[in-house]
T-cell receptor, first 115, second 109 residues
């Protein structure tokens, strides 16, 4: 596919469960971002990778959130011991080179519902 | 701390009725201001990047402008397919974008 692919599209978890969200960026894109979007709000930054290096994780809300991109392509966002406040759409985005002001290409997101 | 405020939160227009969306921002060193469009159930789609006050960019019925404190997205003679949420975001020194809450635009036929 030509775009950013995220899976699963929807995830329902019981409170306390661990979840893993996957992002396949556009092939060859160096930079990868994770954003969290609550209902009716704009996306909020979580973390940023350049290749396999996690350069900024200042937006991760707690140590229950963990992201990795071990081979510089696919990325996984893991949330441990999910809480109701984790319910949101998790968006992944990639960009070609990783220079400032470069436009981002977003996936359609994973909608997480924690019951 | 960077802040981005968009107004109005929601806007309903008749087809062909032109209007403007506002994005006010507070940032210590602006690297770029971005406009994205988001359709329901989809991720944001890039529209424009503006870099400095006085800059303008156009795409079909949309024109974005930038001053030192705000940006406007002007929509001329809109069509129903322009209905979406329009997001404004600023980039400071880091790579992250700080988004506003968006304006939900509905164009009635």
């Amino acid at each position: 596919g030509a775009g950013v692919s995220q899976s699963p599209r929807y995830k329902v978890a019981k409170r306390g469960q661990d979840v893993a969200l996957r992002c396949d960026p556009i092939s060859g894109h160096v930079s990868l971002f994770w954003y969290q979007q609550a209902l009716g709000q704009g996306p909020e930054f979580l973390t940023y990778f350049q290749n396999e290096a996690q350069l900024d994780k200042s937006g991760l809300p707690s140590d229950r959130f963990f992201a990795e991109r071990p081979e510089g392509s696919v990325s996984t966002l893991k949330i441990q011991r999910t809480q109701q406040e984790d319910s949101a759409v998790y968006l992944c985005a990639s960009s070609l080179v990783g220079t400032p002001n470069e436009k981002l290409f977003f996936g359609s997101g994973t909608q997480l519902s924690v019951l | 701390e960077d802040q981005v405020t968009q107004s109005p939160e929601a806007l309903r227009l008749q087809e062909g009725e032109s209007s403007s969306l506002n994005c006010s921002y507070t940032v210590s060193g602006l690297r770029g201001l971005f406009w994205y469009r988001q359709d329901p159930g989809k991720g944001p789609e890039f529209l424009f990047t503006l870099y400095s006050a006085g800059e303008e960019k156009e795409k079909e019925r949309l024109k974005a402008t930038l001053t030192k404190k705000e940006s406007f997205l002007h929509i001329t003679a809109p069509k129903p397919e322009d209905s979406a949420t329009y997001l404004c975001a600023v980039q400071e020194l880091s790579q992250k974008l700080v988004f506003g809450q968006g304006t939900r635009l509905t164009i009635n036929p």
